[in-house]
């Protein structure tokens, strides 16, 4: 069975005027197997969003492949990189900002279905019975953003991520801006989905121990690199690098 | 040890809606008190209120705060800002944007300096590079000529409490201190906290949402839920035997790092199970 996410040699480099070259992201490689949840985890500024947003094509790599189920989509625009979507959805750190405030949430859970040509009443339908399958009442569809608490609007933000049936799952930091009971519940809702759905998870968190709880491999990326990967429990007892030593150490 | 700050029932409401309800607890001379709870519980309410920063809208409408056998929500706007600084200190959760970022760290310690006592110039400087050097900066002097933004967030947060502790107040309030930190800088604030109790002696009330950080310092602990105590007591006892049901739901909702021994073995590697761990508090219908 091939990879579902294979990255090789990605590179981001911000230039700026007058100052010296940064490599936010610097040759990383890594792939993610079907049904596989990989975590990656680092302090600030180690590259794991950028990582992110390059992966999902939200900004473009300096180099590298980004290879999504057999597919390289490093360079793909406009149409056929929407159909890569199809098979990678996002869930982002801050729901309510990752909605349209001026549209309910059954519209921006919908969206996608309407882009590939679902009818009205069929994607009404869907996305009652996504709210229901992320754990929200089918009325929530009518509701704004600001409407409801952060872990609802997270709840409905999973609900548009897995409403074209993905294969993989980006999660940017998804849990950090949440209360940890409400944090649980969530990751218990990915869990559920991940079984049912056979999904596949890119699992960006900084707190080392969610990981440990949630992700079969992880990797530590540090200053844009990966300076360590293995199993969670393996890394955790016996971590190689200095620098994934003393995160280790720094947990209270 | 001597109480030194006692809340007696207290009710807090902004614009007439009452968030904290029946809040009574004392703090000692030199013990940490922490406050734990979700984002909404009222737990920095609770300290706002002491330091008089409520905002317009915001109202202690119930109970009492004493402090030295002052009530201080009674106190007029110019007897709190006696108070504040020289003997209560605030930390914020991003001290880096309490100051002004125009101007040098040096040159606006040395602003709330002058506020509270007559003060030179070599005179401040010298305090405050013995502060500094006290609580950990190796080079103090290029702290005092640096501008906030050159500091890292750590680095920011660090200067916050040497801000706060210049005036070496009786009462450290901190609000989030470390929440917007990675780990390894968390862990340096923590410390910094708990060098400046055991050199100054100070009383910490220390308000998260962060159950690690309350348990490498409090002595005792504080839980809020919609704005109600569910639970106060020994630090010790409510973290590891939480009496409140809530206490319990939130301890086990806490992600632990599981750590091996020497010689120990990893687990062989298991399916995840969702019913075994974190499963068992269902989808639910969120919050």
């Known amino acids: ?252 | 040890m001597a109480e030194i700050l006692r809340y007696e029932h207290v009710d807090i409401a902004y614009n007439g809606r009452v968030v904290v309800q029946d809040v009574s607890f004392t703090l000692d001379d030199g013990e940490i008190l922490g406050i734990v709870g979700e984002s909404g519980s009222g737990k920095s309410t609770i300290i706002k209120a002491a330091m008089g920063l409520l905002g317009p809208s915001g109202q202690v409408t119930r109970g009492d705060i004493y402090y030295k056998g002052y009530d201080l929500p009674d106190l007029s706007p110019a007897q709190i800002r006696k108070l504040n600084g020289l003997e209560l200190g605030m930390i914020f959760q991003s001290a880096g944007a309490s100051f002004c970022p125009i101007r040098t760290v040096g040159a606006q310690l040395y602003e709330s300096m002058t506020e509270h006592e007559p003060i030179g110039r070599d005179e401040f400087n010298r305090r405050a590079v013995e502060l500094l050097k006290k609580i950990g900066f190796d080079n103090p002097q290029r702290i005092l000529d640096s501008y906030p933004f050159e500091l890292s967030g750590g680095m920011q947060q660090r200067v916050g409490i040497a801000a706060a502790m210049l005036m070496n107040p009786r009462i450290l309030l901190a609000d989030e201190p470390t929440s917007a930190l990675d780990v390894s800088v968390q862990k340096q604030v923590v410390e910094e906290m708990l060098l400046v109790r055991r050199t100054f002696g100070t009383a910490i009330v220390i308000v998260t949402h962060n159950i690690g950080v309350i348990g490498a310092m409090a002595d005792k602990v504080l839980v809020m839920k919609d704005g109600k105590m569910v639970e106060y007591g020994d630090a010790k006892q409510v973290l590891e035997r939480p009496g409140a049901l809530y206490t319990q739901t939130l301890m086990a909702a806490v992600p632990r790092l599981r750590r091996f021994r020497p010689g120990e073995t990893v687990p062989p590697l298991k399916e995840w199970d969702a019913t075994s761990q974190i499963g068992n508090l269902g989808r639910g219908t969120g919050r």
């Open chain 1, 1 to 252: 069975m091939g990879s579902i996410l294979s990255v090789d040699s990605l590179t981001k480099v911000f230039t700026r005027k007058g100052q010296p070259d940064f490599a936010a992201v610097d040759h990383i490689s890594f792939e993610v197997d079907p049904g596989e949840c990989l975590g990656i985890i680092g302090e600030s500024g180690s590259g794991k969003s950028t990582a992110a947003a390059m992966i999902t094509r939200l900004i473009d790599p300096t180099e590298g492949r980004i290879i999504l189920d057999g597919q390289d989509i490093t360079r793909l625009r406009g149409r056929q990189l929407q159909t890569a979507y199809r098979k990678m959805q996002m869930v982002f750190q801050t729901p309510t900002e990752s909605f349209d405030p001026r549209r309910t949430l059954g519209d921006g859970i919908g969206e996608s279905l309407r882009n590939y040509g679902h009818c009205r009443a069929e994607v009404d339908r869907r996305v009652a019975q996504l709210l229901e399958q992320c754990g929200l009442p089918a009325d929530f569809a009518r509701r704004y953003p600001h409407q409801v608490s952060g872990g609802q609007c997270q709840r409905a933000a999973i609900a548009r991520a897995i409403a074209i049936k993905p294969k993989l799952l980006i999660c940017d930091e998804a849990t950090s801006a949440l209360d940890v009971t409400i944090q649980r519940e969530i990751l218990a809702l990915l869990s559920d989905l991940r079984r049912e759905m056979n999904l596949s998870i890119l699992f960006i968190c900084h707190d080392i121990a969610l990981v440990q709880q949630f992700c079969d491999r992880v990797l530590v990326m540090y200053k844009g690199r990966i300076v360590e990967e293995g199993v969670p429990d393996e890394v955790i007892r016996n971590p190689q690098n200095d620098y994934t030593k003393r995160l280790i150490e720094s947990i209270l």
